[in-house]
């Protein structure tokens, strides 16, 4: 972020530590992305500010995403107040204790079932209340078209842009081909949370203590959301240990039986889809990665995992 930025940012900070009577000792910075700033206000709170891009979209979108899952149950932070300095808007939420997903010790010892069906089962109830913004529907022929259409169009402009030879230029030619060779009419399509993924999902021993980061809420393949290897993306697992876990999470979320077996087909396509989704809202730090002159990245060692399983579970 440039210096005119950080100003207005620490002059938000201080004005609610001060009309909330928080030591400005106790702040601490937890999260310094492209688009926002986080902060540790005490024991009790966190300060978001969303400093670049549609901000006040941004922070309405989150806002309503929260109270909308809570209404439903969903373990998410409390929204205590909200507001806009310097051209800043701001959310302050509770502060929920516990480890993301990425650090549970849980997640591959013997509990590991019990709590991805506590993720299948949160985000049964987090697509409940989004379900207020939008009624879910089977998707029709012309918006399944134009959902392809325009994902392709996002692959085909970054292939433009990359050498080929490259371990990203590869991995999205392969996600291109698995939405070329599909037929996403009749899946299943409404508001997602958008991220629903390990460092966003807070847990505690075999619980789900809450969900954060709701900014990113969208339509798209409800069904997407539930692929254990977009939840869990930075965790290898052994083929048994993927089968067991994500039949684990289809009982959390209540999906019945007779749906389970299209689910799985379209897998490697819901898997494609978050890939190249995940790639492409970063695009400017993948585009830099691929232009580097080592054959293996570990940045992209999430790339060539995510890959393999797109591959066994790819429709052709």
Same mark, same amino acid.
Not at 6 to 18: C, G, Q, T
Not at 20 to 34: P, Q, V
Not at 277 to 283: F, Y
């Given at each position: 972020?440039?210096?005119?930025?950080?100003?207005?940012?620490?002059?938000?900070?201080?004005?609610?530590?001060? &009309?909330?009577?928080?030591?400005?000792?106790?702040?601490?910075?937890?999260? %310094?992305?492209? !688009?926002?700033?986080?902060?540790?206000?005490?024991?009790? +709170?966190?300060?978001?500010?969303?400093?670049?891009?549609?901000?006040?979209?941004?922070?309405?979108?989150?806002?309503?995403?929260?109270?909308?899952?809570?209404?439903?149950?969903? &373990?998410?932070?409390?929204?205590?107040?909200?507001?806009? @300095?310097?051209?800043?808007?701001?959310?302050?939420?509770?502060?929920?204790?516990? #480890?993301?997903?990425?650090?549970? &010790?849980?997640?591959?010892?013997?509990?590991?079932?019990?709590?991805?069906?506590?993720?299948?089962?949160?985000?049964?109830?987090? +697509? #409940?209340?989004?379900?207020?913004?939008?009624?879910?529907?089977?998707?029709?022929?012309?918006?399944?078209?134009?959902?392809?259409?325009?994902?392709? %169009?996002?692959?085909?402009?970054? !292939?433009? @842009?990359?050498?080929?030879?490259?371990?990203?230029?590869?991995?999205?030619?392969?996600?291109? =081909?698995?939405?070329?060779?599909?037929?996403?009419?009749?899946?299943?399509?409404?508001?997602?949370?958008?991220?629903?993924?390990?460092?966003?999902?807070?847990?505690?021993?075999?619980?789900?203590? &809450?969900?954060?980061?709701?900014?990113?809420?969208?339509?798209?393949?409800? +069904?997407?959301?539930?692929?254990?290897?977009?939840?869990?993306?930075?965790?290898? *697992?052994?083929?048994?240990?993927?089968?067991?876990?994500?039949?684990?999470?289809?009982?959390?979320?209540?999906?019945?039986?007779?749906?389970?077996?299209?689910? *799985?087909?379209?897998?490697?396509?819901?898997?494609?889809?978050?890939?190249? @989704?995940?790639?492409?809202?970063?695009?400017?730090?993948? =585009?830099?990665?691929?232009?580097?002159?080592?054959?293996?990245? @570990?940045?992209?060692?999430?790339?060539?995992?995510? *890959?393999?399983?797109?591959?066994?579970?790819?429709? =052709?």
């Amino acid at each position: 972020m440039k210096r005119v930025e950080i100003e207005r940012a620490n002059k938000v900070l201080n004005s609610v530590l001060y &009309a909330r009577s928080i030591d400005s000792r106790t702040c601490t910075l937890i999260t %310094a992305g492209t !688009l926002n700033l986080v902060y540790r206000l005490g024991e009790d +709170h966190i300060l978001k500010l969303y400093i670049l891009g549609e901000v006040m979209d941004r922070r309405d979108i989150e806002m309503s995403g929260f109270n909308l899952a809570s209404s439903h149950g969903a &373990a998410v932070p409390l929204v205590l107040a909200a507001g806009c @300095e310097s051209s800043v808007p701001w959310l302050l939420t509770s502060l929920v204790g516990g #480890k993301d997903l990425r650090h549970s &010790a849980y997640l591959k010892g013997v509990a590991s079932k019990q709590l991805v069906y506590e993720l299948g089962r949160e985000l049964k109830k987090i +697509h #409940k209340g989004l379900n207020t913004l939008r009624k879910p529907s089977k998707l029709s022929a012309e918006t399944a078209e134009a959902l392809s259409d325009r994902l392709l %169009a996002l692959v085909n402009e970054t !292939l433009f @842009e990359i050498p080929r030879e490259t371990a990203l230029a590869r991995t999205l030619r392969e996600a291109r =081909t698995i939405i070329e060779n599909s037929d996403m009419e009749g899946l299943d399509y409404g508001i997602l949370h958008g991220d629903y993924q390990d460092k966003n999902i807070v847990t505690s021993s075999t619980t789900v203590r &809450a969900v954060l980061d709701f900014e990113n809420i969208r339509p798209g393949l409800r +069904h997407q959301e539930l692929v254990l290897e977009n939840i869990a993306c930075y965790i290898g *697992f052994s083929s048994s240990q993927t089968e067991c876990l994500q039949s684990a999470i289809l009982d959390g979320y209540g999906l019945p039986e007779e749906y389970r077996s299209d689910f *799985f087909k379209a897998k490697g396509l819901y898997q494609a889809i978050n890939l190249i @989704e995940s790639l492409l809202s970063h695009k400017n730090y993948w =585009t830099k990665l691929a232009f580097c002159t080592t054959s293996v990245n @570990e940045a992209l060692d999430r790339l060539s995992y995510i *890959f393999k399983n797109i591959n066994k579970n790819s429709i =052709t």
